[in-house]
């Protein structure tokens, strides 16, 4: 499918929901979503040590006053990342920044964007199992456009961290200098709220970019905020929370596979990631599926749209 019929996904041109949701249910499990998300999760693990290297060589060089910045930094990747994965990650990274040098931060750069889009270029092709396309593209087009959307992506993402360390700035500086105690919890609350919102809104264009970009489309239409975006990051989000409750009150992993515990935490986290994008795709092409067939068939034909 290159084009789709819909100029947006939330009208659903008379497909009941009830339809979607059982053509998606069946769509699951003949895209094997499960087996792909488990493929990206080991991408997204692959991905990430080289970033922590070049991450922790910028900060070694950059400044060891940054280590403030850095735990900052860290409490907010804590509440989405299981706090047991989170000490492997963070005991990766002390010991790379102890010896940082300018070799290792190119090193780490290239390692990190080439580690990361063969990333990408797994959701590039799951993307187009979800979506019935036939790429076209040759193998250095299809991963020009994955280098791409890695750095892309993590500039996004470096901006949605930059904005919720600047609204922690900027919120403790109100409440440090404002007298009044109402009107300094009021303009904290708001200032916070305010960078959770652009945050959160930077995640949902993470997702309209990883939508627009990664498929092999012919002709590509650009959707900001989609039902498959929406449930990817609604899903991502309580899946994170609730993968960090449940370890927090039924942690058996540590005593069950010691220090492999942390590894398979964190894999977990990241095939859940991997899971809600692929669900978001399978639900925003199920959406342009049945309205397809909805717009070429007549009404009295009784054409069948459950996915069977």
């Not at 087996?35 to 080289?50: K, M, T, V």
């Not at 650009?222 to 409750?245: C, K, M, N, V, Y």
């Amino acid at each position: 499918m290159s084009c789709s019929p819909l100029d947006s996904l939330w009208d659903l041109k008379g497909v009941p929901p009830g339809v979607v949701v059982k053509r998606t249910w069946h769509a699951i499990a003949e895209d094997r979503l499960f087996g792909h998300a488990a493929e990206l999760g080991f991408y997204f693990l692959f991905a990430l040590f080289p970033t922590l290297l070049c991450a922790s060589s910028i900060l070694g060089l950059a400044a060891r006053s940054a280590s403030q910045i850095y735990e900052r930094l860290l409490d907010y990747l804590a509440l989405v990342i299981p706090t047991a994965a989170l000490g492997t990650v963070l005991s990766t990274f002390n010991e790379t920044t102890a010896a940082a040098t300018s070799g290792k931060l190119t090193f780490g750069l290239i390692a990190a964007v080439w580690s990361a889009s063969v990333g990408i270029s797994a959701i590039q092709d799951t993307l187009n199992v979800v979506y019935k396309i036939d790429d076209t593209r040759s193998y250095f087009i299809a991963r020009i456009h994955a280098i791409g959307l890695t750095v892309l992506l993590t500039v996004i993402f470096s901006l949605g961290l930059a904005t919720l360390l600047g609204g922690d700035y900027i919120a403790r500086t109100m409440y440090h200098r404002i007298q009044d105690h109402i009107v300094r919890l009021t303009a904290a609350i708001s200032v916070r709220a305010v960078a959770w919102t652009i945050a959160i809104s930077l995640v949902a264009l993470s997702f309209a970019f990883i939508y627009y970009w990664a498929p092999g489309y012919k002709n590509r239409r650009w959707r900001w905020l989609t039902p498959g975006g929406t449930l990817g990051i609604a899903g991502w989000i309580l899946a994170s929370l609730g993968l960090r409750a449940y370890l927090h009150f039924f942690d058996s992993y540590t005593l069950t596979y010691g220090s492999l515990g942390a590894v398979i935490t964190l894999l977990t986290w990241f095939y859940i990631t991997g899971l809600m994008i692929l669900l978001g795709a399978e639900l925003n092409s199920q959406i342009e599926a049945a309205a397809a067939e909805m717009q070429l068939s007549r009404p009295e034909e009784g054409t069948d749209l459950s996915g069977k």
